[in-house]
Nanobody, 111 residues
């Protein structure tokens, strides 16, 4: 079994920052962050491969940074210059021998 444990969500003012963490119980090929806002489909925010290749949604480019520590099997999402439209439940996803989703963490950005 692969378990993903997320942390770091919370309430922040617009323009502020949050850092999300996702700890996997095993090494994974690709780790990613998705988010789902009320009434919206879940969307990919950012992903990172084992080799460090990253991909970002256009809406977060230049503001969010995804990184990973392959020794700790942990992915991070540094979210800067947060906007109210970033408000959503953020889910960690990891692809490996097993694919797993984190429990989700609420990020709320106030105006």
């Amino acid at each position: 079994q692969v378990q993903l444990v997320e942390s770091g969500g919370g309430l922040v003012q617009a323009g502020g920052s949050l850092r999300l963490s996702c700890a996997a119980s095993r090494s994974m090929f690709t780790m990613a962050w998705y988010r789902q806002a009320p009434g919206k489909q879940r969307e990919l925010v950012a992903s990172i491969t084992t080799g460090g290749i990253t991909n970002y949604a256009d809406s977060v480019k230049g503001r969010f940074i995804i990184s990973r520590d392959n020794i700790k099997n942990t992915a991070y999402l540094q979210m800067n210059s947060l906007k109210p439209e970033d408000t959503a439940v953020y889910y960690c996803y990891a692809r490996g021998y097993f694919d797993s989703w984190g429990q989700g963490t609420q990020v709320t950005v106030s105006s």
